[in-house]
């Protein structure tokens, strides 16, 4: 699987569209993107993936680069229960590769 | 929404004991997965079930076994619980495809004394 880099921390205002960058340069064509979260002392939650077009859905939108080489997740309107520890994950499809690796992900905190 | 249940949020055991970890989702999902999660060292794949009856080792299975005997509940089970498997436990599923999401429960966090 391919290797993510995330920011390790940022700060939105409140009522504000957060965005959180991820890069991944060494994709390959048949690895997705995948975003979750994690607030602390929870499980992770899913929030969205895609292969390269652009995706949304109730919680969020995903941005995939024409090169597909970057990504960015887009919380339109945050709110103080987004903070949490926010994880880019690219996923080959091959059988048996069944295990996700989460990085260090990044630190969103929502200002009030 | 994905539903997936974990039995207990928080569990203490002693060293020796048999501990059951429960999973149940109510999406009819055939994928179940367990994992740990540690400082440090990130989520860590245990087993996983494609289908009842099913199971497949992940990377850590020493020390644990599981059971799917129904399509809605993957157990999985500390034979002779140590303290090196406190930890946060993590149940996921999946719909078939591997490129569809797991989806995660809320997790135990269970202490071995």
């Known amino acids: 699987d391919a290797k993510t880099t995330q920011p390790p921390s940022m700060d939105c205002a409140e009522g504000r569209a957060a965005n959180l960058p991820c890069n991944h340069s060494?994709?390959?064509?048949?690895?997705?993107v995948y975003w979750y979260r994690q607030i602390h002392s929870q499980g992770p939650q899913y929030i969205i993936h895609?292969?390269?077009n652009n995706e949304t859905n109730e919680m969020a939108s995903l941005i995939i680069t024409e090169d597909r080489k970057s990504s960015t997740l887009i919380l339109p309107h945050a709110t103080l229960r987004d903070t949490a520890v926010y994880y880019c994950?690219?996923?080959?499809?091959?059988?048996?590769?069944?295990?996700?690796?989460f990085g260090t992900g990044t630190r969103l905190t929502i200002i009030p | 929404d994905v539903k997936v249940t974990q039995s207990s949020r928080y569990l203490v055991k002693r060293t020796g004991e048999k501990v059951f970890l429960e999973c149940v989702q109510d999406?009819?999902?055939?994928?179940m997965f367990w994992y740990r999660q540690d400082p440090g060292l990130g989520l860590r794949l245990i087993y996983f079930?494609?289908?009842?009856?099913?199971?497949e080792k992940g990377d850590i299975p020493e020390g644990y076994s599981v059971s799917r005997e129904k399509k809605e509940r993957f157990s999985l089970i500390l034979e002779s619980a140590s303290t090196n498997q406190t930890s946060m436990y993590l149940c996921?599923?999946?719909?078939?495809?591997?490129?569809?999401?797991?989806?995660f429960g809320d997790g135990t966090r269970l202490s071995i004394l």
């Open positions: 999406m009819d999902h055939e994928n």
């Open positions: 994950i690219v996923r080959g499809q091959n059988f048996g590769n069944e295990k996700l690796t």
């Open positions: 079930s494609y289908d009842v009856k099913m199971k």
């Open positions: 895609g292969l390269k």
């Open positions: 996921a599923s999946r719909n078939p495809g591997f490129h569809q999401p797991q989806h």
């Open positions: 060494t994709i390959s064509g048949n690895e997705y």
